[in-house]
């Protein structure tokens, strides 16, 4: 089965400074990766995804993640982060079968941007 | 854009009432998803349906059932609201086949009391 690792619980970076979030999956094939964002009170909303070709996906928000087969990961970057990114950020993996494609969500990472 | 509608952002409930969660979405989407957040839980999958009338359990259907009478609808019902089933609730849907990832809806705050 497959399943999302994110290590960090929470992460503090200072504003201005350069960000990453990391993510580990594990799945038998070929994956679709996604990193979704949280603000508080809200729902997802999607900020990249990564299904085949270039491993280095740009997304919305200034933010990218790159996919290293070798690895199981997609860590999420962005060079600047400002204070409105402080935020819940969800890696997930893709799946398809069964009669429904489904995502596996890791247990998210809490950014805190200290000014 | 495609949307995915909730009810409610808020709700309070008594313990042991039925509760109706409502989730719509507008652009013919097969998948539709319930899910509970809870903090250092992530998100947990209910139920999910890929097509009319048709539902699937996830991880924690117990205390749960859905509906899905009509495409764009699927609804989350407690039988019996239980304190323990205080949380947010997302729903979501996604096209079948696509591996688009999933459109997720605002979100309710349910607090049973």
């Known amino acids: 089965a497959q399943s999302v690792t994110q290590p960090d619980i929470h992460i503090t970076v200072s504003e201005g400074a350069s960000l990453e979030l990391r993510c580990n999956y594990s799945y038998g094939a070929t994956p679709y990766l996604f990193w979704y964002v949280q603000s508080p009170g809200q729902g997802l909303q999607l900020l990249l995804k990564?299904?085949?070709?270039?491993?280095l996906v740009q997304g919305i928000k200034g933010f990218e993640a790159e996919f290293k087969r070798s690895q199981s990961s997609f860590n999420l970057r962005k060079p600047s982060v400002h204070w409105s990114d402080a935020a819940e950020y969800f890696c997930?993996?893709?799946?398809?079968?069964?009669?429904?494609?489904?995502?596996?969500f890791g247990k998210g990472t809490h950014l805190i941007i200290q000014p | 854009d495609v949307k995915v509608t909730q009810s409610s952002r808020y709700l309070v409930k008594r313990t042991g009432e039925k509760v109706f969660l409502e989730c719509v979405q507008d652009?013919?989407?097969?998948?539709m998803f319930w899910y509970r957040q809870d903090p250092g839980l992530g998100l947990r999958l209910i139920y999910f349906s890929y097509d009319v009338k048709m539902k699937e359990k996830g991880d924690i259907p117990e205390g749960y059932s859905v509906s899905r009478e009509k495409k764009e609808r699927f609804s989350l019902i407690l039988e019996s609201a239980s304190t323990n089933q205080t949380s947010m609730y997302l729903c979501?849907?996604?096209?079948?086949?696509?591996?688009?990832?999933?459109?997720f809806g605002s979100g309710t705050r349910l607090t049973v009391v």
């Open positions: 652009m013919d989407h097969e998948n």
């Open positions: 997930a993996v893709g799946y398809s079968g069964g009669g429904a494609d489904g995502l596996t």
């Open positions: 979501a849907s996604s096209l079948l086949g696509t591996g688009d990832g999933y459109t």
């Open positions: 990564y299904f085949s070709g270039d491993t």
